[in-house]
C-alpha cells in the first residue's frame, strides 16, 4: 500500500475501529476539537497547533487562510511533496495561495518555530466547489467551510466497520444516533459552536444505512453506504461522486485507509 511521503508527519495509527471498542466502553466520545498529535504536552512547553479557517476566491484560485502562533513560519505540503511556505504576522494570521484547483486535494499543515515544528490537526480537504474539510484519521470530518447550518455533513468508515457521524445541531446539544431504526450505543453532544462527531458502539455492517441523528427539537436523518474500497490507485486519495454526496478514500499518516462521505 501506498504510504505518504516524509513532507507529512506521521501520527500514531487511530483507527474508527479503535473508536468503535472506546465507545462500547463510553470512552469513545470524540469532540471537534479532539487533538489527535499529542507532542508537547508539558504545559510549559505547549504550543496551540496550526488551524486553516477559511477559504478565499481568487482570480489566480483560492487562498487558504489561518491562524499560527505570532511569526512563525507556516507550512503547507501535499502528499507528493510540493511544499508551500509562508509567515504568520503579529497576530497569528497567515494565508497562502494554492492555484488553480481542478480536482479534490489534500494538504499537510504545520509551523516551524525555530527548530521545532507543530503538526496540525488532519488534512486539510480542498474541494472546486468552494468547500474547505478537515479530515482526521480515526475520527469524523469537519467542514469548515460550506456546511449547513444544521444538518448531517459527513460519515466516516473504515474497512474494519467503525464509523463516525459528523455534522451540526445546535450549540451544546444532547444527541443520540440510530442505525436502521436501531439505537447506537452512543450519545455525545454538540460543542459550543454546534458541532457534532459520534461514534458509533458497534462496527457497521458493509452495504447502505439509514442513519438518524436526534435530540430536543432536532430530527436528522441521511443514507449512506459502507461499502469499503481499495486504496486508491495513484495518489492520496480518491473522489467518487456517489448518489449521497462526494465520497473521499483516502491514506492515513499510519497507511491505513479511511472512507469520508460528504454528503449533499
Not at 516524509?6 to 471498542?21: C, D, E, I, N, Y
Not at 504576522?89 to 521545532?116: H, K, T, V, Y
Request: charged residues 20%; aromatic residues 4%.
Amino acid at each position: 500500500m501506498m504510504r505518504f511521503k516524509q513532507t507529512f508527519l506521521a501520527w500514531p495509527v487511530v483507527t474508527l475501529t479503535s473508536l468503535v471498542l472506546l465507545s462500547a466502553c463510553g470512552e469513545g466520545q470524540v469532540g471537534a476539537g479532539s487533538p489527535l498529535n499529542r507532542e508537547a504536552e508539558a504545559p510549559s512547553s505547549y504550543l496551540a497547533p496550526p488551524s486553516a479557517r477559511a477559504l478565499r476566491a481568487s482570480a489566480e484560485g483560492p487562498v487558504l487562510s489561518g491562524v499560527a502562533a505570532p511569526g512563525s513560519r507556516v507550512r503547507l505540503a501535499t502528499p507528493e511533496g510540493e511544499v508551500r511556505l509562508t509567515e504568520a504576522d503579529d497576530q497569528g494570521a497567515w494565508s497562502i495561495p494554492l492555484g488553480p484547483i481542478d480536482a479534490p486535494r489534500i494538504f499537510g499543515l504545520s509551523m516551524l518555530i525555530g527548530e521545532r515544528t507543530v503538526q496540525a490537526e488532519g488534512y486539510q480537504l480542498v474541494l472546486p466547489d468552494g468547500r474547505l474539510v478537515l479530515l482526521r484519521a480515526g475520527a469524523g470530518a469537519v467542514v469548515v467551510q460550506g456546511a449547513a447550518e444544521q444538518g448531517i455533513a459527513a460519515f466516516d468508515f473504515d474497512e474494519e466497520g467503525g464509523a463516525v457521524i459528523s455534522g451540526a445541531a445546535p450549540p451544546e446539544a444532547i444527541l443520540s444516533v440510530r442505525i436502521d431504526g436501531r439505537t447506537v450505543s452512543t450519545s455525545g453532544r454538540a460543542d459550543a459552536e454546534g458541532r457534532f462527531s459520534l461514534p458509533f458502539g458497534a462496527p457497521v455492517p458493509p452495504g447502505p444505512h439509514q442513519i438518524r441523528v436526534q435530540g430536543e427539537s432536532l430530527d436528522l436523518s441521511a443514507e449512506v453506504d459502507a461499502t469499503p474500497a481499495n486504496a486508491p490507485e495513484e495518489g492520496a486519495i480518491r473522489a467518487v461522486r456517489t448518489r449521497h454526496g462526494l465520497r473521499v478514500d483516502w491514506l492515513t499518516p499510519g497507511g491505513g485507509l479511511q472512507s469520508t462521505l460528504l454528503l449533499d
